[in-house]
């Protein structure tokens, strides 16, 4: 089953514009939440964090917000560039799962010049 | 070097083969993850190490699957018997302290293993 599901594949926004990456998850349990961005044949890369004790975490141009109630989080990137461009994954971990982490699928961002 | 190193970058081999894949963390970090990546999907958990022992295995899908750190550095992941479904890319990560905010965790560019 996946407990971390991200439904859209793929997003494009112009340069400037605002992104808006969903994420939603089934586990009452998690209570961590991450954020990684990842470029072609590299690693994934830490971008933003959130603790359920949280509704929202702030760095820059990068905003996270955790809806507990409807378990879903987002991300919010303003004014998008085209370096942003990306395949970003939602994590998640809780106090069952230990050290590990359970990534969605991955959303591709086109940010257009 | 500076970040988490993986070696080799791709790796074709024969089904039935064993394989090796290692990864070398940066220096100094005690926690060690490996993730595997199959097409189109997030990186699923294998095992987590602190230090020398495997704190977490529970993620290795069968015993076809082992991994190392003897000396609580570089870690191999063992792969025998292998099968086309085995084709991912390995992911490795590191992070100065483990336990479950790793949000320091660096992870390496992974390893390609394509069975045919």
């Known amino acids: 089953?996946?407990?971390?599901?991200?439904?859209?594949?793929?997003?494009?926004?112009?340069?400037?514009?605002?992104?808006?990456?969903?994420?939603?998850?089934?586990?009452?349990?998690?209570?961590?939440?991450?954020?990684?961005?990842?470029?072609?044949?590299?690693?994934?890369?830490?971008l933003i964090s959130i603790s359920s004790i949280k509704d929202k975490n702030e760095d820059g141009r990068f905003t996270v917000f955790l809806n507990k109630s409807a378990k879903h989080l987002s991300l919010h990137i303003v004014p998008s560039q085209p370096g942003d461009s990306a395949v970003y994954f939602c994590a998640a971990s809780g106090s069952t799962s230990g050290s590990r982490l359970t990534f969605g699928e991955g959303?591709?961002?086109?940010?257009?010049p | 070097?500076?970040?988490?190193?993986?070696?080799?970058?791709?790796?074709?081999?024969?089904?039935?083969?064993?394989?090796?894949?290692?990864?070398?963390?940066i220096s100094?970090?005690?926690?060690?993850?490996?993730?595997?990546?199959?097409l189109g999907q997030g990186p699923e958990f294998l095992i987590y190490?602190?230090?020398?022992?495997?704190?977490?295995?529970?993620?290795?899908?069968?015993?076809?699957?082992f991994a190392v750190r003897p000396e609580g550095s570089v870690s191999t992941l063992k792969i025998q018997r292998t099968e086309r479904g085995d084709s991912a890319v390995y992911l490795c990560a590191s992070s100065p302290t483990g336990?479950?905010?790793?949000?320091?965790?660096?992870?390496?560019?992974?390893?390609?293993?394509?069975?045919v």
Request: charged share 20%; proline share 5%.
């Open chain 1, 1 to 46: 089953d996946q407990q971390v599901k991200q439904n859209s594949p793929s997003l494009s926004v112009q340069e400037g514009r605002i992104s808006i990456l969903n994420c939603d998850y089934t586990n009452s349990m998690f209570d961590y939440f991450l954020w990684y961005k990842k470029y072609p044949a590299e690693g994934p890369t830490f």
């Open chain 1, 107 to 112: 959303t591709q961002l086109t940010v257009n």
């Open chain 2, 49 to 65: 190490f602190q230090g020398t022992g495997a704190a977490d295995d529970s993620g290795l899908p069968n015993d076809r699957f």
């Open chain 2, 99 to 115: 336990g479950r905010y790793h949000t320091e965790a660096f992870f390496g560019q992974g390893t390609r293993l394509t069975v």
């Open chain 2, 28 to 38: 100094g970090h005690t926690a060690l993850y490996w993730y595997r990546q199959s």
């Open chain 2, 1 to 25: 070097g500076a970040g988490v190193s993986q070696t080799p970058s791709n790796k074709v081999t024969e089904k039935g083969k064993y394989v090796e894949l290692r990864c070398d963390p």
